[in-house]
């Protein structure tokens, strides 16, 4: 597409909001591309040992770089004495206290390259304690106070394959080849991998060298996309950690055991042997018990993750029999803590599309102590957040609300109580109206199930009037939208539209069978069950049945295109870094073993049927609808060849077809805030294009394929 077609389609995006602002109140200014560069929200809230103070991380954007920062802040438990440690255009992140309370360790690039720093909390005042070649991540104390330990990226320099002459001195040489041997050789968000290795390490509190305690060819407690912290015992000796200690890991995406490292001699025990994820070791306060969660690795797409405990030495181990049909939360920042007094865990689970904080017994009796955990994730109202708990009982979280990112929220196991204690944003919000957002639900045509969806009203909205409707589907595909914030839906609210997000089938927040309604079937009924949340709007009476639009990112965008090639009721698609070919997409993602041995039965050549049965390009033959592709020229989970497939199918049939491509974006294209600001922009710009008719397509020539 060229350069003045763009410029259209922005303009097209300004007209909308012009006129969309002038329908509402002329006092109430709407949520704006540019207000993107001043939201704000916390993550990793770390309660103090006595519960009186939270340290948490406060990101923000800086227009000038285009780019996301982070400072630390402290606050009271009370909300008072709310202040900033540390400040300035950098990422200060991972802090944690040491136990004289006294004292935060974490990790800054404020000096250039990422270190560990010390900061004295009477003093205000900080150190720097190492002097790190690669980047440093999940820090954790030891409980003495003595020690650090942490993970970094060990290289491993593999011996050449080829004897190149030497070239002349000041000459010019194109760069040298690279020899790839692995299969996961390159990782989306990263780029082409370096040989090496994470390793845990352990350095003194005072600063100096620090000494690494693990070794051998395989990731040990991270991997290159995930991060999960060590575990230290109780008398500061060892480490727990999670891995998969094995040759062929590669092959095993999800499989690890839960190991411990002794700090003084490096020796190595294997404490769990299943075939599945044992992660996240959480050692009892009388270092008798060890708390972690996994499952039984079925290979299905959705499997629940469960609380389990074993002996110290990792014998009887046994299922807790939690009461929760949802599952624990597994995502990389998901914690286990006990209680003080060891009779009890805490952990994070998703129901219903809302992310909450529980207490469960050892017996697997359940009490939810806090709701509404997100907005980490600033774009699309995807699950996040993260919580720490003191041992008093007393617990701080990052709080969402679809009216608000991540705040900062704490509460009291004994009281029961919860209080939002920061407002980071509310000076943008008071400004203006955002739009509201309603819980709705509705049966799927398919098989009369409940599925669960939220409609977002532009602001100023008018039940009498017609709107415009937007779906916006979610990715994953297991993955859940909720009742939390989103950039990019209050945008598409504020220009005009009524905004339609969905949990479908294959949804997680709903148990495993519902999950598993798409296993080895996606996308499958899922589509019924969007077309069912459209109609069931549309029933409400204040749609526009003429005037629907399709938009999705990821899982959502081959869902888009799986959409427009089984019905042509909507006016305009666009489709985000979609999978579009299944058989090329699993060959030329960054997790190869993983989509080929979870979301089908075996490998493309062996099911191809089933493969190409399955992708949006099996449709395309149909498709009538104005579509535009929209990816990152770094994606590697979603290669750009994927959308560049579909473009020119799309253009072959002669379908009115666009293709915008982010020249420095991975999957996730909304990472920087002018990228957001452009996915946005581009969506609606296109949309305005379709907005009150599209072009006449009866007599568009088709050329002949002999």
Known sequence: MGRFAGQLLISGFLTIVACSLMLGSKHSKRFELADVFELEFVSDPQISPDGNTVIYVRNFFDVMTDKQYSNLWAIGFDGSGHRPLTTGLHQDSFPRWLPDQNRIV?????EGTPQLFC?????????????????????????????????????????????????PEKAEWARPPRLIDRLLYRS????????GYWHFFVLPVEGGTPRQVTSGDFHNGASMESSAPAEWTPDGESLLFSAFRNPKWELHPLESEIYEVSIRDGRIQQLTRRKGPD??????????RIAYLGFDDKYQAYQLTRLYLMKRDGSESRLIDVDLARGIDESENSRVYWSQDGQGVFFKYHDQGNSKIAYCDLEGEVQTIAGDLGGTYLGRPYASGSFSVSPSGRFAYTISRPDHPADLAVGEMKTGKVLRITRLNQDLFDQMVLADVEDIWFQSSYDQRSIQGWLVKPPDFDPFRKYP???????????NYGDRFSAEIQ????????????????????????GNLIHHNYPGEDFDDLMSG?????????????????????????????????????????????????????????IPSYATQYWFPGLPWEFTEQYMRRSPISLVGNVKTPTMLMTGE???????????QYFSALKLRNVDSALVRFPEASHTISKRPSYMMAKVAYILGWFERYLEGAPDATEKYIPNSG
């Open 491 to 514: 945008l598409y609210a504020a220009a005009g539209y009524l905004v339609l997000y969905t949990n479908p089938r294959g949804s997680t927040s709903y148990g495993e069978e519902f």
């Open 634 to 644: 770094q994606d590697y989970r979603t290669p750009i060849s994927e959308a560049e």
């Open 188 to 195: 989306d968000g990263l780029g082409y991998l370096d040989d």
């Open 279 to 288: 992660h996240t070791p959480s050692i009892s306060p009388d270092a008798t």
């Open 119 to 167: 900061y004295w909390m009477d003093k205000g005042t900080s150190a720097r304690l190492t002097n790190l070649t690669s980047r440093p991540r999940d820090l954790s104390v030891s409980p003495n106070g003595r020690l650090i330990a942490f993970s970094m990226f060990v290289p491993n320099e593999p011996e050449s394959l080829a004897k190149i002459p030497k070239k």
């Open 106 to 110: 974490y990790i800054s690039d404020c």
């Open 469 to 479: 409707l937007l779906l916006e589907i979610h990715g994953g595909p297991v993955a």
């Open 534 to 590: 459209v109609d069931a709007v549309i029933a409400r009476g204040s749609v526009d049945p003429e005037k629907l639009f399709v938009t999705g990112g990821s899982g959502g965008g081959l869902l888009t295109c799986w959409v427009v090639g089984k019905t042509d009721r909507f006016r305009a698609a666009v489709s985000a870094k979609p999978v579009i070919n299944w058989y090329s997409s699993e060959l030329t993602s960054d």
